[in-house]
């Protein structure tokens, strides 16, 4: 077993309902590195539709940024694209003891999958709601008895929320999901990794993350990541928060008024834009975004041109509106930050596209790290030719 990985991956066949643990070849780790990579190598071997989830060398780890999960799908015509999912998400998926999940066929009945201590199962998500994805979270939290459970859930919109946060897929992982008849993804993880060199890891990992605070300075918040004039509409920060593992604190708590849901947490800048440049009040920008997330309909700049005002998204009926393209590659999830070298490593490691792309980090710092870890010499430049497999 690699260091930094538990060496297992699942195949999960929805149409059998067969889950299929399988061994993570050292030659795929030692070529690939990790995270989108790997992804792509295995659905590229089942080579029809399929979504997958993995997770980067670095990701659980406490070194900057080091949040990231990956949300993976491949459609019919063979194209790929990938999106970051975070929050406590990449941790608690790399602690499953599964460090790559490739997810395909149809259910005939609503499911949901359920990850724990290195066991999986396809559970019965027929009284699952079908068109609140938050609702799905709720539901399956409840029933398994622990609030802390990850969940990944589809709606009726393109878009999967990560517990009660949207904004993060732009590549139609939801919609893939429903598709599939997959209302869920739930996992939580218990789990210990393996350094390599742990005392020198961490040394250089506090290092790393020191430097990256005097970066950071004063930026805080999802209104450091919208023009002045957006951020001056967006009412009602309560606090801000980071990522695990993370220096910035880019996403935002705002008050809401379900009694059900007090508060929201908001990662999706591109929806915050959008909806900015649209007339109406201000106070209700948070209300109308919040409906349009339980839908499954965010992160998409098309949003103020579907609605005459705000008040429109507040008091209309959400439906889902026809499908919209969705990215191919990368999602670096932040309106304003173009694709990078940097950003592709990230998607190989485990590091947030958001972080690399607005604060900047220096590659050599992260392959020293991750040789540290993994007990072999990694250089910055390996880890660009690995990112080669995704352009």
């Excluded at 929050?87 to 724990?116: C, Q």
Aim: aromatic letters at 6%; proline letters at 5%.
């Amino acid at each position: 077993m690699p260091h930094l990985f538990f060496g297992t991956w699942l195949d999960i066949d929805l149409s059998s309902g067969q889950v299929e643990e399988r061994d993570l070849p050292d030659e795929l780790i030692g070529e690939l590195i990790g995270g989108a990579a790997v992804m792509s190598k295995l659905m590229e071997d089942y080579s029809g539709e399929c979504i997958s989830l993995g997770t980067g060398p670095l990701t659980g780890t406490p070194c900057p940024g080091a949040s990231a999960a990956f949300a993976g799908v491949r459609r019919g015509d063979g194209s790929t694209a990938y999106a970051p999912v975070m929050l406590n998400a990449g941790l608690e998926l790399k602690l499953t003891g599964f460090d790559f999940i490739l997810i395909h066929g149809r259910s005939e009945r609503p499911v949901y999958i359920w990850m724990r201590d290195q066991v999986a199962d396809i559970v019965n998500g027929s009284g699952l709601p079908a068109e609140d994805s938050w609702g799905v979270c709720s539901a399956i939290r409840k029933g398994q008895g622990d609030p802390r459970i990850q969940v990944i859930s589809s709606s009726v919109g393109d878009c999967a929320s990560l517990n009660f946060v949207s904004g993060w897929d732009g590549i139609g992982f939801g919609r893939s999901m429903s598709g599939m008849n997959l209302r869920g993804i739930a996992f939580r993880g218990m789990g210990e990794l393996e350094l390599s060199e742990p005392e020198d890891f961490l040394s250089k990992a506090s290092e790393l993350m020191s430097k990256e605070r005097e970066k950071i300075g004063t930026r805080e918040g999802v209104g450091s990541l919208l023009s002045p004039e957006a951020a001056a509409r967006i009412r009602g920060i309560k606090r801000n928060r980071s990522c695990f593992s993370c220096p910035y604190p880019c996403m935002s708590y705002f008050a809401t008024d379900d009694p059900a849901y007090e508060r929201m947490l908001l990662m999706d800048q591109r929806s915050l834009a959008a909806l900015a440049e649209m007339p109406g009040q201000d106070e209700l920008i948070i209300e109308a975004l919040m409906r349009l997330h339980r839908k499954g309909m965010c992160a998409s700049d098309k949003i103020g041109e579907t609605s005459g005002t705000i008040e429109d998204l507040v008091n209309e009926p959400v439906s889902k509106a026809a499908e919209e393209p969705q990215l191919n590659g990368l999602d670096n999830i932040t309106k304003g930050v173009e694709p990078s070298d940097a950003i592709s490593a990230g998607f190989i490691l485990g590091i947030c596209p958001r972080y690399l792309g607005v604060i900047g980090a220096e590659m050599e710092g992260y392959a020293e790290l991750l040789s540290l870890g993994i007990g072999r010499e990694i250089s910055s430049e390996d880890i660009r030719k690995a990112a080669e497999r995704l352009s």
